[in-house]
Nanobody
């Protein structure tokens, strides 16, 4: 059974940092694009960051550029999201995802981890 399990969420003050992890099991994800999304209450889910199979290409939403860093360790089947200089508007449930294609919908999703940034 394929699973993506996020961890590392929590409560942090504005200006602080958190590191999210997403561990995959059930298959090898080295040939999958990996990504992080988030959804705040009352808002649509939005793409935060994504990383290519080799890690050589990354994308960031404008709202997190320069503050968040996505990385992956294919040997551990894990993707990370380092979040620095957190703002209250970063408060959301963060989800990791994986897809086999270079574009289009994501095939696998995690259950989400809550990140709350207090002002």
């Amino acid at each position: 059974q394929v699973q993506l399990v996020e961890s590392g969420g929590g409560l942090v003050q504005a200006g602080g940092s958190l590191r999210l992890s997403c561990a995959a099991s059930g298959r090898t994800f080295s040939s999958y694009d990996r990504a992080w999304f988030r959804q705040a209450p009352g808002k649509e889910r939005e793409s935060v960051a994504r990383i290519s199979r080799s890690g050589g290409y990354t994308y960031y939403a404008d709202s997190v550029k320069g503050r968040f860093t996505i990385s992956r360790d294919n040997a551990k089947n894990t993707v990370y999201l380092q979040m620095d200089s957190l703002k209250p508007e970063d408060t959301a449930v963060y989800y990791c995802a994986a897809r086999s294609g270079y574009a289009g919908p994501y095939d696998y999703w995690g259950q989400g981890t809550q990140v709350t940034v207090s002002s």
